[in-house]
């Protein structure tokens, strides 16, 4: 069943900022992904491979890399799909994140975002009270559902041209968590949320590329999330809010 | 960018749609049988309509230019700060400056 008819030309990434790409060559099998390959590599041909897994089913979001110039989940890209018409992969980093080695990205920049962002629920001081009724209907609600199932993988991060021109920018995938939040009732930090995402590194440089939207694996589209944190920020400075 | 520059530059983005809008139209059909200088400030003198529009128009260039730059050069260069934002605010007053004297020049 998975005999291979033709080999693979895969060429990784090795090093960090600095580095250069070395060619393995891996059987091409039926229903392969990207993560399989990268995972014969390391444990067939060379142990030192560095790269990052965890649930190779498309819920952790930590196999994202660069395939063929496009940021993906390599658990949940099979390789038919992936490679070019000659039988060759690209693999690199994702990109906008500091190499730490070959495959595996430091990803604290991006998770310090969400929290300049204020990407985390405000309970506010009503601890006390009585469960909040969201009806799943309301405009609010279904705004945030929308967005909510952001699992953090980092690809629109990697996808976002604005982020390679501005790395203070704080990025696609933290101002849709923002939008989330803004549309949660029960939230009491949106004052300070609002002005967090109004800075100069906020929702206003958003170029609407769309590429985040473009290439998200869970189908988000934070471009919109973007857009709707644009009007609210308007909406607060229009009201003499905090700027 | 801070949301009062969002807005501001929105605002006279639209402006500004209208008003090159009219200014280019305005140039098409005035110059369409030749037309000298002469002409041009006879009709221009005393014209309040006329000097309130292209006053809006340098107004507009005046707050919407200095605004896209500054993204721009945020963007391309690591260039921040208060010095960049003083270069900008300068170059909007010469705009203003500049593009109002125009405006006054073919007026009065």
Redesign the interface.
Known sequence: MTESSSMLAVEVWRGAARGAFQTFRVPRRRHQTVLDVVTEIQREQDPTLSYRFACRVGMCGSCAMTVNGRPRWTCRTRVSEAARDDGTLRLEPLRNFTVVKDLAVEMTQFFDKWRDARGYFEPGANRGGDFAVVPPASAARQAADAAIECIGCGVCYAACD?VA??RDYLGPAALNRAWTLVNDVRDAGNAARIAAV???S?C??CHTHMSCTSFCPKAIAPTYSIAGL?RA??R???KGGR? | ???????AQRVTAAILALAVAVHLATILYAVRGGLTAGEILARTHGNVAFATFYAVFVVAVAIHAPIGLR?IV???TPW?GVALDAVLAVFAIVLLVLGLRAVMAVYA
């Open positions: 604005v021109w501005d109004a800075g100069d906020g206003q440089c644009k920020v308007v607060a400075a229009l700027r | 960018m801070s949301a009062v520059l969002f807005v993204n945020r963007e391309w921040r």
